[in-house]
């Protein structure tokens, strides 16, 4: 079992930022490919970005591309996601996952299906 903590959502301005951390709990952190989605009120969760095991790689939605950027500290067992020049639209449930997958160690996936332990989410919420 994998428990995965998301915290530092909130309330933030458009063109604010923020970053979001994602703590993980149980089986070796090391191996998974983490990911971020988003779900927004009335809409499908959204893939924002992935991250393979050692952080080499990743993978961003079209959405986020250029505003987002993931990393992860295997020694805190922690993926991050900072997110910058927010919009309104950004609004949504902020879920970090983990994948047991494994293709390669530059794995990393916009997939849900490839993800196998989420988190509880956290709120933001972008201002205009």
């Known amino acids: 079992q994998v428990q995965l903590v998301e915290s530092g959502g909130g309330l933030v301005q458009a063109g604010g930022s923020l970053r979001l951390s994602c703590a993980a709990s149980?089986?070796?952190?090391?191996?998974?490919?983490m990911g971020w989605f988003r779900q927004a009120p009335g809409k499908e969760r959204e893939f924002v970005g992935s991250?393979?095991?050692?952080?080499?790689?990743?993978l961003y939605g079209d959405s986020v591309k250029g505003r987002c950027t993931i990393s992860r500290d295997n020694s805190k067992n922690t993926v991050y996601l900072e997110m910058n020049n927010l919009k309104p639209e950004d609004t949504a449930v902020y879920y970090c996952?983990?994948?047991?997958?494994?293709?390669?160690?530059?794995?990393?996936?916009?997939?849900?299906?490839?993800?196998?332990?989420w988190g509880q989410g956290t709120q933001v919420t972008v201002s205009s």
């Open positions: 996952a983990a994948s047991l997958k494994y293709d390669g160690p530059y794995f990393v996936s916009a997939a849900q299906t490839d993800y196998t332990y």
């Open positions: 149980g089986r070796t952190f090391a191996s998974f490919a």
């Open positions: 991250i393979n095991w050692n952080g080499g790689y990743t």
